[in-house]
């Protein structure tokens, strides 16, 4: 399940360093924290295993906005913020919903964005064949030896003739640490549609290298919503590996945006709102502020900012 948060500044503009993925994934578990205590020390801690390895199972979006400044040292943000937040597992959306609406705004290095909508985005109709593009940079690597015979931490581009097969791997451990079941797929196949952008970012003083691409994935659709709902590649629960699908992202929002629970106060004109979604995300819908069923949305939705903060 995908969230969008609408955000506005509580003065006039929130400014940021370049990096400021961490305070994101802080404000998260904040989220979960004013939830469920228990909740967010599971996900902060421990999340779900598989081979060894610890998967969050979440993933998040950079912050997006039409009106954004660029300075040396960071950049300053106005007027309708987008955020998006995504993760498969049913507890994880229960308790940041709950965790949002009773919080009410997002808290940014002492900066307050004040939370004017929560939404939930009706999933894509996945196939075996999707044609994806990245919100976030997609990060896959693997361990090469250095000079004295340890093993570095080596990121790989997609280029990389590895590339196509730890992602799939990674998208294998992820579907059974997710499920508790082993994936009878094969693995899937990436065919680039342009060339990848090298992105370098900071998280908790580690230099991180990923990837902005959009690409052609064909494989085990189960796999894939995996990959579309808990993020590609690694570093997820850091805001890397989002994708969304290509076939026009502001239109499919207008069309699938369902709204969980509305923070505005003003009454804008509504119209019918996909109703075989409410049973499925019912439990979330009953806790808007006011204690009633949300079950319609604006209109005309804010257009999304495709542009990387």
Known sequence: MRFRIS??????????????????????????????????DFFHDHGFRCDGKAFKLFTFSPLFSRRREIFKDGIALQGSIDWFISSPR???????????????????????????????????????????????????????????????????????????????????????????????????????????????????GIKIRGWFMNFLIQGDVELIKVGYEAGFGENNSAGFGMVEVETGFPRAAREQLACVSSLSKGEGETVRAFPLEWERVGS????????????SFPKRPSRFARDYV
């Open 90 to 204: 049913e507890e994880f959306v229960s308790g940041l919903a709950r965790g949002i609406l009773r919080q009410g705004f997002l808290g940014l290095m002492g900066q307050r964005l004040i939370v004017e909508k929560v939404e939930v985005l009706k999933a894509p109709e996945l196939e075996t064949r999707v044609r994806f593009r990245t919100l976030s940079p997609i990060v896959v690597s693997t361990g090469a030896p250095d000079g004295s015979n340890r093993l570095r931490k080596k990121y790989l581009n997609p280029e990389d003739p590895e590339f196509e097969r730890i992602l799939g791997e990674n998208l294998r451990r992820k579907y059974e640490a997710c499920y508790g079941r082993s994936s009878a797929s094969n693995g899937v196949s990436v065919e680039l549609l342009r060339k990848p952008q090298s992105k370098l970012l900071e998280y908790k």
């Open 7 to 40: 955000l506005r500044p509580e003065k006039e503009r929130v400014r940021l360093p370049y990096n400021y993925n961490y305070f994101l994934a802080s404000a998260i578990y904040a989220f979960l924290n004013e939830a469920d205590v228990f909740l967010a």
């Open 284 to 295: 979330i819908l009953s806790l808007s502020k006011d204690g009633g069923r949300v079950g």
